[in-house]
């Protein structure tokens, strides 16, 4: 097998794990709903190249540790069907890092846009 087939392959494979997120895990569909609302928001206000970047980063740190997540969820449910103290730690600290970058990303949104939303209404 080539390495290009190989590269390809691992790509549909990491395809196939953003789409399985999406479709199963209510909170993909949460940060997907408000990804699509802050990119209207910020077509609408123009903001600027800097700001779509701090956007960007935001987005991209949410859905990451959002799959991560995931990941670690399935693995332990996989490693200790059983409730167990230690299973419950890592799927709570994984979703802990999950609830940071969400709310550092919106207060990162409000610096971008509470002024321009203030300054349009006035």
């Known amino acids: 097998m080539s390495k290009k087939r190989d590269v390809v392959r691992s790509i549909g494979y990491a395809i196939d794990g953003i ?21 209207v928001f910020g077509f609408i206000f123009s903001i600027s190249s800097t700001e779509w970047l701090l956007i960007t980063l ?3 740190s949410v859905f990451i540790l959002e799959l991560l997540n995931t990941a670690i969820e399935a693995v332990v449910d996989l490693a200790s069907p059983k409730k167990h103290p230690k299973a419950k730690l890592a799927k709570d600290v994984a979703a802990g890092a999950v609830l940071v970058a969400a709310i550092a990303s919106a ?3 409000i610096f971008i846009f509470a002024p321009k939303i203030v300054s349009s209404i006035l």
């Not at 789409?19 to 990119?39: C, D, Y």
Request: net charge neutral.
């Open 58 to 60: 935001c987005v991209a």
């Open 107 to 109: 207060i990162v949104g």
């Open 19 to 39: 789409k399985e997120a999406t479709l199963n895990e209510p909170n993909m569909k949460v940060h997907l709903g408000f990804t699509i609302a802050v990119t």
